[in-house]
């Protein structure tokens, strides 16, 4: 989930090069709607998306797949919030 197009396709050519399949959301509707869709085994979220903040999406995974993996992306990171983060199951 990365509202920065041109930097979320950089990470997805990359991903499927190494033969991941890769699915791509602009803001939390667009994921929560790929979610209920699709299975996922990872998700790499950026923590700022326009204003809002993916972190309200981890539990979201978290409950579709409990053994996803998650890694957060962000250029604004605090101690509290990569707290808040592990605590509501981001991996790192």
Do not use: W
């Amino acid at each position: 989930v990365e509202d920065d197009e041109v930097f979320a396709q950089v990470i997805s050519r990359a991903l499927t090069q190494r033969e991941y399949a890769a699915s791509h959301a602009l803001d939390i509707q667009a994921a929560q709607s790929l979610l209920r869709d699709h299975h996922f085994h990872y998700a790499i979220l950026d923590l700022n998306l326009g204003g809002q903040t993916s972190l309200s999406l981890i539990p979201e995974l978290k409950k579709s797949n409990p053994e996803i993996q998650i890694l957060i992306l962000t250029g604004y990171a605090s101690i509290a919030t990569a707290v808040e983060a592990i605590k509501l199951g981001a991996d790192n």
